[in-house]
T-cell receptor, first 116, second 114 residues
């Protein structure tokens, strides 16, 4: 079974530029999560989707970050304009449904963003 | 306040030795759970082991065991018979109430020496 796919794996941009990350969850997984992992810290949840609807985006900086999952499968996370403090690894994860147990969430390899 | 504290930024262990990675937590919810994840250099978070607050026995999964001390609010990970492939970042995380979404600590880097 294929895992969670993310692209690109690495991205370097100048501050104030825009960037987009793509995630394809495990086939059949209805719930998708985007996390931000700043260097030296653990991942922090940015947004959770259930199919194509947003369940929780309370930690998403909505002035510059946006995310969509239009057809309820793959998802795009965008930053516009980027700031230096957005340098981080952006992890995507998926689960078959909203988490009801401890071993249902699967993570992708992440996209490492460097903002210069 | 930090919900998960991992005080060891880095740990070194000799191959085949056991190592303990520390984790303390803070919650007032009687229903919670503690996770440990491994993050190799490839980037993905790999689930290792879980302990629920009502579980009577300490969790074990192969070479991984969780030393759960509820009164001390600690949930240390013990890796027995370390292997070179165990070199990675290790994250302790917690869920609270009805949510199973983990809140992560800052992680501990483990290096296994041959």
């Amino acid at each position: 079974e294929a895992g969670v796919a993310q692209s690109p794996r690495y991205k370097i941009i100048e501050k104030r530029q825009s960037v987009a990350f793509w995630c394809n969850p495990i086939s059949g997984h209805a719930t998708l999560y985007w996390y931000q992992q700043i260097l030296g810290q653990g991942p922090k949840l940015l947004i959770q989707f259930q199919n194509n609807g947003v369940v929780d985006d309370s930690q998403l900086p909505k002035d510059r970050f946006s995310a969509e999952r239009l057809k309820g499968v793959d998802s795009t996370l965008k930053i516009q304009p980027a700031k230096l403090e957005d340098s981080a690894v952006y992890l995507c994860a998926s689960s078959p449904s909203p988490l009801s147990s401890y071993n249902e969430q699967f993570f992708g390899p992440g996209t490492r963003l460097t903002v210069l | 306040a930090q919900k998960i504290t991992q005080t060891q930024p880095g740990m070194f262990v000799q191959e085949k030795e056991a190592v303990t990675l520390d984790c303390t937590y803070d919650t007032s919810d009687p229903s919670y759970g503690l996770f440990w994840y491994k993050q190799p250099s490839s980037g993905e978070m790999i689930f290792l082991i879980y302990q629920g607050s009502y579980d009577q026995q300490n969790a074990t999964e192969g070479r991984y065991s969780l030393n759960f001390q509820k009164a001390r609010k600690s949930a240390n990970l013990v890796i027995s018979a370390s292997q070179l492939g165990d070199s990675a970042m290790y994250f302790c995380a917690m869920r609270e109430g009805r949510s199973y979404i983990p809140t992560f600590g800052r992680g501990t880097s483990l290096i296994v020496h041959p």
